[in-house]
């Protein structure tokens, strides 16, 4: 297998022989107060560990369930508020754009634009991010291969951007379940440094009007990606989990990311030795 290739995100080195990147944050901008005190505190216990931290939330969650579910403030205020949690606590910021004429926008703000899973085979989309010459997270499509998400690196790096990482959140199994395939991790590894999504990947998707999921399986399906080699661990993160205005059901508690984050350094600090 070829060596996996490094990207550079914010000030982060990201790949192998580097320390695990931690990308958190709420599901959805639900105000610049929330976001703010979410980012202090998570970069708090992020500084504790010695794990490099990006701070990612949603302006705009474009694919609800439902018609009627909170989407976020819209790209205009978000990447303004963004761009205050980014000056005020002094971390990276990510965020997911779902239309080419958003990444330009977005690209002066974020220090990475994220491809979220169901547009990840989108050519223009993938090209606009790229273009930016920020970092791109390409989620990959609950409905692709391991070994195809290759070819939406390549569409990036096409643009001259190099910094790619791609991202692991579940893939289809049946109707309204998700499945967590750890050798597709060592498979996309080959041609990117590999996040890996440790929330999504417990959704019931689609389940109704509001995704369900099962946030008891995080700590369990985050140890096995650890110990498979991932390069960095995303998770959605809130401080009252029952009134997260998205993904309720799957979001970490903030008050239990320390020691599950403890747990995982142990995981990893054991596979290395």
Same mark, same amino acid.
């Given at each position: ?30 105000? *610049? ?48 508020? *963004? ?170 508690? *903030?008050?239990?990311?320390?020691? *599950? ?13």
């Amino acid at each position: 297998m070829s060596p996996t290739p490094h990207a550079k995100l914010g000030p982060h080195a990201v790949g192998p022989g580097q320390p695990l990147l931690l990308i958190a944050g709420p599901c959805v901008i639900e105000s *610049l107060d929330h976001s703010r005190r979410l980012a202090e505190q998570i970069a708090a216990i992020a500084a504790r560990l010695k794990l490099p931290y990006v701070f990612k939330a949603s302006f705009d969650k474009a694919n609800r369930s439902s018609v009627h579910s909170f989407r976020g403030p819209g790209l205009e205020e978000g990447l303004a508020i *963004l761009r205050r949690v980014r000056e005020d606590v002094g971390v990276p910021v990510l965020s997911d754009v779902h239309e080419p004429a958003q990444a330009e926008v977005a690209g002066k703000v974020l220090d990475a634009v994220q491809v979220p899973a169901f547009l990840c085979r989108q050519t223009d989309l993938l090209i606009a991010c790229g273009r930016t010459n920020r970092c791109v997270n390409i989620k990959k499509g609950q409905f692709v291969a391991p070994e195809k998400m290759r070819l939406a690196v390549e569409k990036v790096r096409e643009t001259g951007n190099q910094n790619v990482l791609v991202c692991d959140r579940g893939t289809f199994f049946g109707y309204e379940r998700l499945v967590s395939d750890l050798t597709g991790l060592q498979v996309m590894r080959q041609f990117a440094p590999v996040v890996f999504d440790a929330t999504h990947s417990v959704q019931y998707p689609g389940g109704g009007e509001v995704t369900g999921g099962r946030r008891e399986f995080i700590p369990l399906l985050a140890r096995a990606a650890v110990a498979a080699g991932i390069d960095a661990l995303f998770m959605e993160v809130h401080d009252d989990p029952p009134r997260a205005k998205s993904d309720a059901a799957t979001v970490w508690p *903030l008050a239990e990311l320390e020691e *599950l984050l403890l747990t995982l350094l142990r995981v990893r600090e054991a596979v290395e030795r």
